[in-house]
């Protein structure tokens, strides 16, 4: 089964930008549609980010709508998310996700259907 490893976390200050990326072990990550999540300490694992299997649609949750964005390089097996305008309250845990769905389904679907996650890579913005 495709396994998914984030990479790219750290620590950033506030108004600045941080890229982070979610690479699969195998090429079936093609035919995933994949999605960010993240969770803070002590709150709820929410949606960030979502992105079909081809690009073509993107889903983004509205606390971060204009300031982030989802990509996907199918060739290299990765998906990036690229944050910018961090403010503190984006800091969490950062999760890759994907399944063979919709990228709405990633979107509004429930968390624990999706057939393979990642083991998060933490993001702090310091204020």
């Known amino acids: 089964q495709v396994q998914l490893v984030e990479s790219g976390g750290g620590l950033v200050q506030a108004g600045g930008s941080l890229s982070v990326s979610c690479a699969a072990s195998e090429r079936t990550f093609s035919n995933y549609a994949m999605g960010w999540f993240r969770q803070a300490p002590g709150k709820e694992r929410e949606f960030v980010a979502a992105?079909?299997?081809?690009?073509?649609?993107?889903y983004y949750a509205d606390s971060v709508k204009g300031r982030f964005t989802i990509s996907r390089d199918n060739a290299k097996n990765t998906v990036s998310l690229q944050m910018n305008s961090l403010k503190p309250e984006d800091t969490a845990v950062y999760y890759c996700?994907?399944?063979?769905?919709?990228?709405?389904?990633?979107?509004?679907?429930?968390?624990?259907?999706?057939?393979?996650w990642g083991q998060g890579t933490q993001v702090t913005v310091s204020s």
């Open positions: 992105i079909s299997w081809n690009g073509d649609s993107t």
């Open positions: 996700a994907g399944d063979r769905t919709t990228a709405r389904r990633m979107a509004v679907g429930s968390q624990s259907a999706f057939r393979a």
